[in-house]
């Protein structure tokens, strides 16, 4: 198992860019209310205040990221089938 550090910095890597304002975003919804520099410090591998409800949110954010990226994938794989 890695130390948190080591999975902060891996999922601070994973985060498309906007991602902090997305994630408050997110929380204002849920009336959470983070600035987004506290956001970007939660998520610093380096000097990290832990919040898990920011991880959460981010993780879920990376989660997203990563099931659209695979539907883009998927649907260019479609599209190249059909032109050949």
Known sequence: MKNRNESLSELRKKLPYGSFRKIQTRLKERDIRFSIQYI????????PDYNQTI???AIKVVEEDALQINKLC???????SRIK
Do not use: A, K, Y
């Open 40 to 47: 970007s410090r939660c998520l610093n591998p380096v000097h």
């Open 55 to 57: 991880i959460e949110e």
């Open 74 to 80: 998927q649907r260019i794989e479609l599209l190249n």
